[in-house]
């Protein structure tokens, strides 16, 4: 079944990335009501009708992104094309309509600098910035059976997050998919740290702006966590930068808070180096 397909994925972006693969995010509709697990895999074709399978990733489970790392575009044929297949559990089969890759020699150009652009951002990130891990928070899935409890921490006086159901607050099984390598660097924060009036301890407030290369891509409620220390911070608010002409996203910007350490996410684990 691809009828409905057009109902189900929201959006894909294609971030060119010559020498560690393209990377390719989905979005599907969160009032999509499959049976689930789900299980996504990508296909990847030479003609715009996947008459002929070039080559496929299958069976990536619960995901929402993929590499194509096969490098098998050393020639600019006249299509190059992307679509993702989603699987449900009762066997329906959605696919996306496809998603052209630098079909012509202008947009091959076009391609080539947003690549080198993303390239030299995420290094200025790496080397100039910080390392971190990305919970990028589910949108879509099995509702959580019980109503989400919301405490506040007593000494900053933020909303935390409750491990009831294990959905951390975002009313989703798991609430967050697991974490992936992400880097940035930070262009401007507020730190403020005061005692508390009814003596519980220091109130520390951290807000920063940050810059992010194009991908993974972000969204509000997503969390970052500090690959030195762990520390976790949510996103506010969020904004991106295309290359003109095309939706490749070539820089993210972002407001983001420090999250209270006594916030249930901190349970979540993430690997201890990148």
């Not at 390239?119 to 990130?125: N, P, Y």
Request: hydrophobic fraction near 35%.
């Amino acid at each position: 079944m691809s009828l409905a397909a057009h109902r189900v994925f929201k959006k894909i972006n294609v971030i060119p990335d010559w020498v560690n693969g393209h990377f390719i995010q989905w979005e599907i509709d969160p009032f999509f009501n499959g049976v689930r697990p789900y299980n996504f895999s990508l296909e990847i074709s030479e003609s715009i009708n996947f008459s002929e399978i070039a080559a496929s990733k299958q069976n990536l489970g619960e995901v929402y992104f993929a590499v194509d790392d096969f490098k098998i575009r050393q020639s600019w044929s006249p299509y190059y094309a992307y679509r993702i297949t989603l699987q449900t559990a009762d066997n329906r089969t959605y696919r996306s309509a496809p998603t052209l890759f630098s079909a012509t020699r202008q947009e091959h150009r076009k391609y080539a600098m947003a690549a080198e652009i993303i390239r030299k951002e995420i290094i200025v990130c790496r080397y100039a910035g910080n390392e971190a891990w990305l919970l990028k928070r589910k949108i879509y899935g099995s509702k959580a059976k019980t109503t989400v409890r919301q405490n506040i921490d007593l000494v900053s006086g933020v909303p935390i997050s409750d491990i009831a159901d294990e959905d951390y607050g975002v009313g989703i099984d798991e609430g967050f998919y697991p974490p992936v390598p992400c880097a940035y660097y930070i262009e401007s924060s507020q730190q403020d740290k005061q005692l508390d009036p009814q003596g519980v301890g220091v109130k520390e407030t951290i807000t920063s702006i940050i810059r992010l290369p194009g991908y993974p891509i972000i969204e509000v409620r997503d969390v970052i966590c500090s690959s030195k220390d762990g520390t976790r911070f949510s996103i506010q608010s969020k904004g991106a930068k295309q290359f003109p002409g095309t939706n490749i996203t070539l820089t993210q910007k972002a407001s983001m808070n420090l999250i209270p350490s006594t916030d249930t996410i901190y349970s979540i684990p993430i690997p201890v180096s990148l």
